[in-house]
Structures are given as C-alpha cells and as structure tokens.
C-alpha cells in the first residue's frame, strides 16, 4: 500500500458525458502527478499540482482538467468523454524535496 | 527528444534462470532513472532508482540495475526469478523540466512471463 488512495476503482459511463476521478496523496506530499496508461499509447504524463497550483502540463487534452484542493486532495475531470478515453488513470504524489513518487491503484475507466 | 526505450516487449523465462530487462534513454542531459512493477489489476511499485553515485543500484524483491552513461542504459537483472516475479515492468526518467516539475516518462513496458 503506497499511501496514495484513489476513487473510485471502476467507472463506465457513456460517451458525450463527463466524471471526475479523485486522488488523496500520502500524508506530507505537496505534488500530485495524474497519468493515463491506454494500450496504444502507454503510460503518459497528464499534469502535476503543486501545493495547489498547477506546475507542469504533459499529453492533456484540452477537455481534460485537474485542481488540487487545499487539503491537497486532488480531482481529475473529464468531459466530453470519447471511446478513446477508456484507460486507467493513475495518480502519484511527492514529497516536498523528493524525486520518487508514489503510485495510487488507479481508476479504470470504461467509455461505452 | 527526451525518451524512454525498452527493447523488449515481452520477455519468457524459466523460474531460477537469470534475466535482464533493457532499457535505453535518450538525453543530452543528467536523469534521474527508475524501475516499476505492475502487478496484474494493481498501480505501479518502485522497485529501485538511480539519482546519482554508484552506478550499480539495488532494489526491493532481489532486483538490481546498472546505470551505464556512454551507453544511456538502466537495464534491470535478477539472478534468479520466482513465479511470482511475472509482471510488467516499467523504465522510467526524470529530465529536467523546470524548478519543481519532476513528471516522469515511461517506456512501454516489458511483460515478464516466468515458467514454471
């Protein structure tokens, strides 16, 4: 158990709709890192929130978006949702002066 | 470009016999590199990391990798694997991208498959 939680485990829904995926860092990580693992595409960096501000921008589409809360939880929302979208999303946190992160279970989300 | 690249997609081997992951990086500038495992339906575990220092570095579950810098390798060994080492593993780096940004890039994988 990495310290890192995510809800929730499964999610299927329709395309055209839209979900929010939900991290909580271990206790003491400032950074939060959302990735999507697909089939075609692997494992890619989505963004990172600091302490909540936003610091670094990967492969994210712009109907995509993300927020850090200020008790540090994190929210990943997705709209407009195409089949394409169905992957598992990971979120990973940090600690303050550490490179190493730690990975949550993932969300599996299904796109019908 | 900055990239991660694992030479193998899958990789069978008999329970007790050695192995050897490879992965090669491409950068023009000091990384940080790191292995995961993935388990079957699990989130992804580190299993060890090179930051700088010995070039050899050890890790949990018996498994070691070696940073060689002419060459831009971190390939991974186990000298001898159990069953319960059949997963997927993962090559990871950390370029430089700016005063706190650490996000880290993936190579695709390998699937170990280890046979009784």
């Known amino acids: 158990d990495s310290g890192v939680t995510q809800t929730p485990k499964h999610l299927i829904t329709a395309t055209g709709q839209r979900v929010t995926l939900r991290c909580s860092p271990r206790s003491g990580d400032l950074s939060v890192y959302w990735y999507q693992q697909s089939l075609d595409q692997g494992l890619q960096f989505l963004i990172q929130?600091?302490?909540?501000?936003?610091?670094a921008k990967g492969n994210i589409l712009e109907r995509f978006s993300a927020q850090q809360f200020p008790d540090l939880h994190s929210e990943l929302n997705l709209s407009s949702l195409e089949l394409g979208d169905s992957a598992l999303y990971f979120c990973?946190?940090?600690?303050?002066?550490?490179?190493?992160?730690?990975f949550g279970p993932g969300t599996r989300l299904t796109v019908l | 470009a900055q990239s991660v690249t694992q030479l193998d997609s899958q990789v069978p081997v008999f329970e007790e016999a050695p192995v050897e992951l490879r992965c090669n990086y491409s950068?023009?500038?000091?990384?940080?590199l790191f292995w995961y495992v993935q388990y079957p339906n699990q989130g992804l575990q580190l299993l060890l990391k090179?930051?700088?220092?010995?070039?050899l570095v050890k890790g949990i579950n018996g498994f070691e990798a070696e940073f060689n810098k002419s060459q831009t390798s971190f390939h991974l060994r186990k000298p001898s694997v159990h069953i319960s080492d059949t997963a997927e593993y993962f090559c990871?780096?950390?370029?430089?991208?700016?005063?706190?940004?650490?996000?880290?890039?993936f190579g695709k994988g390998t699937k170990l498959s280890v046979i009784p």
């Open positions: 950068s023009s500038v000091s990384v940080y």
């Open positions: 990871a780096a950390q370029f430089p991208h700016g005063a706190g940004s650490y996000q880290l890039t």
């Open positions: 090179y930051l700088s220092g010995s070039t």
């Open positions: 929130y600091y302490n909540g501000e936003e610091r």
């Open positions: 990973a946190s940090s600690p303050p002066q550490g490179n190493e992160q730690f």
